[in-house]
């Protein structure tokens, strides 16, 4: 910029100079174009050529090999058996076929005894191997196919190697033992015609596995390593380590570029590479493009001096109209002198030039009498923006305030006036400029931006709410932003309080075993506690929003919408449902409490609150159960009797059948308390009453009334002929022995008939009948049954 600087300045100079520019660059980039196509199509033409080149060689490698396969056969197929039994039979073997001796360094047998036999000059020696070569072995040994093993440090010479390892077969075609023939990869014939088939002085040919691993290269020392051993980066040796296969162009490790050509052999996992340096290249196009340049720059300068004096030439009467334009500056001459008309554009600028002045010194007229209207203006607007109860600013690109109102004495304790002309970070830090940064960046790109932001203030958070607006200017460029913020602290503290209880109910909602939920008028669900999703399955979520009948389906909501009607009319509900949960019905209570608007004129929604009342209906029932069976015996009670007895007369009745009751007690019971104890007692009537049920019909009922006395509810009986083989097979199921307390015991029991065959006849007249006969019973001596008149 300097140089520049240094330069003339007038319009002539000026012109010159762009016509010279614009021949310049308009030259360099015809001739560019057109070594950068000439470059291209060359670039093709060596890439083609290469890749042809490394075809051809790759072709040689792989008839090398499938030639070295095929003689490795036809030895492997006139192999004696005993061959692979010991060094001498092996050496004598190799002697026989000297042609196979010559085409390889070592020659091995790998035998199913796991023992590799390989020659050694014009011997034989046997070579104990690692695990991992023998594993490799027995690998291919299973295969029973041909193949090319990966390269390796020779353990007899040291060097890199390779081998193929043919299978050899016994007369049922099974492979038993591996014949191989090893590569020595530095000074064998097998790849020396590759170096020599290198493209130009300085490229080379490499090959690697597909695994990366190096078998050919021109600096030996490499040879076994990975070729991204070294550090960097080549992105056409990642290329070819992925399959490619063709000539790209690259940047080498070094930061060479040069042309790339990779192809993959057929016979085995090789990749034959060839890299040829673009400076070599290309060195006959370098030396075409800098004749070029130089020839452009001696044609722009040609240009440039002929443009010069045309442009003086063209030029003379505007520089006329400066002078006159200077004179009128000076108070020499007046605008007069601009008004000499000529017939081209100079002339008509002339004449502009009059124009804009005589309106210039018009508007300066203006300007003076609508300053005092201005000022008042200002006046005014500076009035409203103090009264404000917001901070109010307007900042330039560079950050500078340039208005600021009253408010930030009382926000921020600043003085408004000391921040005009000073930058934020001056008066609030820079700290405060890195909190704010996005947001002023994005209002300064022409975004409108609304934020809420922490601050600090005497040592207490401070929230603030801002809103920052593009000044844009007539060019579309932003000219700086206005500022208002506003402290929100009280507001913010609100929010968070309540956020805070909102969350705290919501955790106290979903962690209650009550299904809650609310309705709005349109009976859709606006809030679902977590208690829905460990009932049904359903995310509460997936709910808010849609209508109850979507949450609870069809059927459910068919039920509950009678309920719902009334709960809309203002009336607190309460019914129960059954439904499906985890598999099991279960019994719910819902109630419904309405929500009233303010006036208390209508509702506005319904809480719903749903309670699992299945573990409360199942103890109610067991409890009532509990109520009528006896606890000892496990038969009906006194309570279950009576009812039973009173449905039994019904029947009677309707069928017209008679009903026998059986009333008994056992025999000298209390004696057994007396000399045995409770406990024995217990034990006793347990198995009286097993016994009673035992001989009873399915249709008829024992129950025990209280102590040792039971009765039983015989119905459809014929008669007083069945009454008394009831009560003697009764008697003589009882008379077998008793297990109390480990001995045997002889229980007796007296029984009381009556046969039900009167219509009027109450309960309680049939249990005296049956109780007197009993009584009866006992006064004939005791286990015996009577049948009452």
């Known amino acids: 910029m300097a140089v520049l600087a240094l330069l003339p300045r007038s319009l002539k100079f000026r012109m010159t100079a762009v016509v010279v520019m614009l021949v310049l660059v308009a030259t360099v980039i015809v001739t560019w174009v057109a070594l950068v196509l000439a470059e291209r199509d060359m670039k093709s033409v060596i890439g083609d050529q290469q890749y042809a080149l490394l075809s051809s060689a790759a072709a040689q490698v792989d008839a090398q090999i499938t030639a070295k396969k095929a003689l490795l056969a036809s030895l492997a197929d006139a192999m004696p058996p005993d061959a692979g039994q010991d060094p001498e039979r092996m050496s004598a073997f190799v002697a026989r076929h000297p042609a196979v001796r010559k085409e390889f360094l070592n020659l091995h047998i790998f035998n199913q005894n796991g023992v590799l036999i390989h020659t050694e000059g014009e011997g034989a020696a046997v070579l104990a191997l690692d695990e991992r070569p023998r594993a490799f072995m027995q690998k291919v040994l299973a295969g029973g196919r041909v193949v090319v093993s990966p390269p390796f440090k020779s353990i007899l010479s040291g060097r890199p190697a390779i081998m193929i390892i043919q299978p050899v077969l016994n007369a049922q075609g099974k492979a038993v033992m591996l014949l191989g023939g090893s590569i020595d990869l530095v000074d064998s014939d097998f790849l020396a015609q590759i170096a020599a ?219 408004p006036q000391a921040m005009i002309g000073r930058t934020m970070s001056e008066v609030l830090g820079k700290d405060f400029v890195a909190s704010i940064a996005p947001f002023h960046d994005a209002a300064m790109r022409g975004d409108r931006v609304h934020y809420e932001r922490e601050g600090r203030k005497d040592g207490l958070p401070q929230q603030v709410m801002g809103d920052l607006i593009p000044d844009i200017a007539a060019d579309g460029s932003v000219a700086g932003v206005y500022l208002m913020a506003v402290d929100i602290t009280e507001r913010k503290s609100a929010e968070l309080r309540q956020a805070a209880s909102e969350k705290r109910l919501k955790l106290l909602t979903d962690n209650l075993p009550v299904l809650i939920c609310y309705l709005d008028h349109k009976r859709r669900i606006q809030f679902l506690n977590a208690t829905f999703f460990q009932w049904f399955g359903v995310e509460p979520g997936k709910l808010i929003g849609r209508h ?31 439904a499906q949960i985890d598999g099991s019905l279960h019994t719910l209570e819902t109630t419904f409490v309405p929500e009233l608007a303010a006036d208390g004129t209508k509702v506005v929604g319904i809480y719903s609150l749903t309670h699992d009342t299945t573990r409360m209906k199942e103890i109610e029932e067991r409890l009532t159960q509990l109520a009528r069976i006896d606890s000892l015996t496990g038969i009906a009670n006194r309570l279950m009797f009576e009812e039973i007895l009173q449905l039994a007369l019904v029947r009677s009745k309707r069928n017209r059948r008679p009903l026998a009751l059986a009333y008994l007690d056992i025999d000298h019971f209390k004696s057994i308390n007396d000399t045995l104890g409770h406990g024995a007692g217990d034990a006793v009537l347990k198995e009286f009453a097993s016994r009673l049920v035992g001989n009873v019909r399915a249709s008829d009922t024992v129950a025990r009334l209280a102590g040792d006395e039971f009765v039983i509810v015989f119905e459809q009986v014929d008669g007083a002929g069945e009454c008394e083989r009831l009560a003697a097979k009764i008697i003589e199921s009882v008379r077998r022995p008793f297990d109390v307390a480990g001995k045997p015991m002889q229980i007796t029991t007296s029984i009381g008939f009556a046969l039900h065959e009167r219509d009027a006849e109450t309960p309680a007249e049939l249990v005296a009948r049956a109780d007197s006969a009993l009584y009866a019973a006992k006064r004939n001596g005791r286990d015996g049954y009577a049948l009452a008149g």
């Open 197 to 415: 088939q290198k493209p130009g002085k300085t490229g080379y040919m490499f090959i690697m596995t597909t695994g990366g691993i190096l078998l050919h290269h021109p600096n030996p020392k490499r040879l076994l390593e990975h070729i991204n051993a070294r550090p960097g980066y080549n992105r056409a040796t990642e290329m070819a380590l992925q399959g490619f296969e063709g000539w790209t162009e690259a940047v080498n490790k070094a930061g060479s570029e040069g042309i790339y050509s990779y192809k993959h052999l057929s016979t085995t996992n090789w990749i034959i590479g060839a890299r040829f340096p673009v400076d070599e290249a290309f060195a006959p196009m370098i030396e075409m493009r800098r004749h070029a340049m130089l020839a452009a720059g001696a044609f722009a300068a040609l240009a440039g001096l002929m443009a010069w004096l045309a442009i003086q030439t063209l030029l003379k009467p505007l520089g006329r109209l400066r002078r006159n334009i200077s004179d009128i500056r000076s108070g020499d001459v007046s605008i007069g002198v601009l008004q000499r008309r000529r017939r081209d554009e100079i002339g008509e600028l002339s004449s502009a030039f009059h124009e804009l002045m005589a309106e210039r010194e018009q508007a300066q007229e203006a300007i003076r009498d609508s300053e005092s209207l201005i000022a008042a203006s200002e006046k005014r607007l500076r009035m409203i923006a103090d009264s404000i109860p917001a901070i109010v600013a307007y900042i330039d690109r560079d950050n500078r305030y340039h208005f600021t109102n009253e408010y930030f004495r009382t926000m921020l304790g600043l003085d």
């Open 548 to 578: 109850l009948v979507d949450g609870i389906g069809r059927d459910h909501y068919e039920h509950a919408e009678a309920h719902l009607e009334q709960a809309y009319r203002g009336h607190n509900v309460t019914y129960e449902l059954k």
